[in-house]
């Protein structure tokens, strides 16, 4: 029997604010363990929470790039469910009334047309604490210990939607995290530094048979905090839902982990659904209501998105896409050719320099272009003396290697290296003649 794959993440993004959603502790990723804490974001009785305004401007930013109808009012609820992370009890996230529902993110699709991946809710709500384990594998694990320094943290959930337009293969899958991981970025609403557990996702899978309208049962696998260790949880759990429909089985409903050293995944609980959490709305925090004024101006100040940079430059500079979609794919090495692009006229050779020769410099060095030692006034006045033919690529790469490690104005070396080219005929002529002779 041939099988189809409907997947659906819930990718959960810390946001970029300098304090908590409910209290006035600082967002630290560097603070002590249970350091950068307070009676709010522990629970502690009385404390009560009052909402981060840039919290909730970060969200509606979020789905207004997602192409999301923004919900003029919005509340917020209490999740209820027991682990040591969580010090109230239950958790403050949002469940009738998100801030933003019915979006879309395009991706390129397994046949290679543009696909839009449906996107069924954005809502806000607080981090959990972080469980740290004596072991990496969670089976071997002695104890764990608890961090309270990401409680209350603002995160972002968004949902995908599993009956409009879901994920459909691995190969859709990373296309898709890849896309949302760049949009956030872009628009500031989160680092998504996956290292530091600001990008995370819980994935839904469940297949069934090809041309089936009914959905199969499906499992939901937890955490992970790496595009590696999604799609290897993902492979595995088709192949193991597949093998147990193509023998007669039955999927169980279940939430499962990952063992990320065996490639595996494992049973954790029977999956809960809404009525499990007894969400109700949360008697401390009143109801947002969002002006239009206040929608508009998140609007306006929205950043260009990926996809319009890409078009724009293309148009504006007539450079290759292939080239365009390098330089677009991370924020900071758009940031660094849109800096250089006023400063020199000859666009077509500044792309390739920071697609073949400064890439090279940057990954030899283990250096994002975030750290890179060349300023973007520096980069342009070494194409500019490309481009005006006053020195060669051989003596080009000769410069920005110096100007990379030892730093310098390209010019400055070129003068003090002696590595600018002989132009006067006749010095040239004298010259071939004494090697003649």
């Known amino acids: 029997m041939e099988f189809e794959t409907i997947i659906c993440?819930?990718?959960?993004?810390e946001l970029k604010t300098k304090t908590k959603l409910f209290c006035?502790?600082?967002?630290?990723?560097?603070s002590l363990p249970n350091t950068a804490i307070c009676p709010v974001c522990t629970g502690q009785p009385g404390a009560l929470p009052v909402l981060n305004k840039k919290a909730v401007q970060l969200a509606i930013r979020a789905g207004l790039a997602l192409n999301c109808t923004v919900n003029r009012r919005s509340r917020f609820a209490r999740k209820?469910?027991?682990?040591p992370d969580l010090p109230k009890g239950y958790q403050i996230s949002q469940y009738e009334q998100p801030f933003c529902e019915d979006g879309s993110l395009e991706i390129t699709g397994d046949d290679g047309r543009p696909y839009r991946v449906g996107i069924k809710r954005i809502h806000l709500e607080e981090d959990a604490g972080k469980l740290v384990h004596s072991s990496d594998s969670f089976e071997s694990s002695d104890y764990s210990l608890v961090d309270y320094n990401r409680s209350s943290v603002p995160l972002l959930e968004i949902v995908g939607d599993h009956e409009r337009n879901p994920v459909r293969s691995l190969q859709e899958a990373r296309a898709y995290l890849e896309k949302l991981r760049q949009i956030l970025q872009y628009i500031g609403v989160s680092d998504c530094t996956i290292e530091k557990g600001q990008f995370r996702c819980d994935v839904n899978v469940s297949i069934r048979p090809r041309g089936s309208k009914i959905l199969g049962n499906r499992s939901e696998i937890k955490n992970m905090a790496s595009f590696r260790f999604i799609l290897e949880a993902l492979e595995y759990e088709i192949q193991r839902q597949s093998e147990i429909l193509g023998s007669g089985g039955e999927v169980s409903q279940e939430t499962r982990l990952v063992d990320e050293q065996k490639k595996i995944t494992l049973p954790m609980r029977s999956k809960e659904d809404a009525?499990?959490?007894?969400?109700?709305?949360?008697?401390?925090?009143?109801?947002?209501?969002?002006d239009l004024e206040f929608i508009e101006k998140t609007r306006k100040g929205m950043p260009e998105l990926p996809d319009q940079r890409v078009d724009r430059l293309i148009e504006e500079f007539e450079i290759p896409r292939s080239e365009v979609l390098i330089l677009t794919k991370?924020?900071?090495?758009s940031e660094f050719f849109g800096a250089c692009a006023p400063l020199t006229a000859d666009k077509?050779?500044?792309?390739?320099?920071i697609i073949k020769e400064l890439f090279k410099l940057l990954n030899t060095a283990s250096l994002t272009m975030e750290n890179c030692p060349i300023s973007p006034e520096g980069?342009?006045?070494?194409?500019?003396?490309l481009a005006r033919g006053e020195i060669t690529d051989a003596v080009g790469r000769t410069v920005l290697e110096e100007m990379f490690h030892q730093g310098g104005d390209a010019e400055e070396i070129v003068a003090r290296k002696g590595l600018k080219p002989i132009q006067d005929m006749s010095t040239l002529e004298?010259?071939?003649?004494?090697?003649a002779a």
């Open 275 to 290: 009525p499990d959490y007894r969400y109700f709305p949360d008697p401390d925090l009143v109801a947002v209501e969002l």
């Open 330 to 333: 991370s924020r900071e090495v």
């Open 24 to 30: 006035d502790c600082p967002v630290s990723y560097d």
């Open 430 to 435: 004298k010259i071939l003649d004494e090697v």
């Open 80 to 83: 209820n469910y027991f682990y």
């Open 348 to 353: 077509k050779r500044l792309s390739r320099w």
């Open 9 to 13: 993440f819930e990718t959960h993004v």
């Open 379 to 385: 980069f342009a006045g070494l194409i500019n003396l």
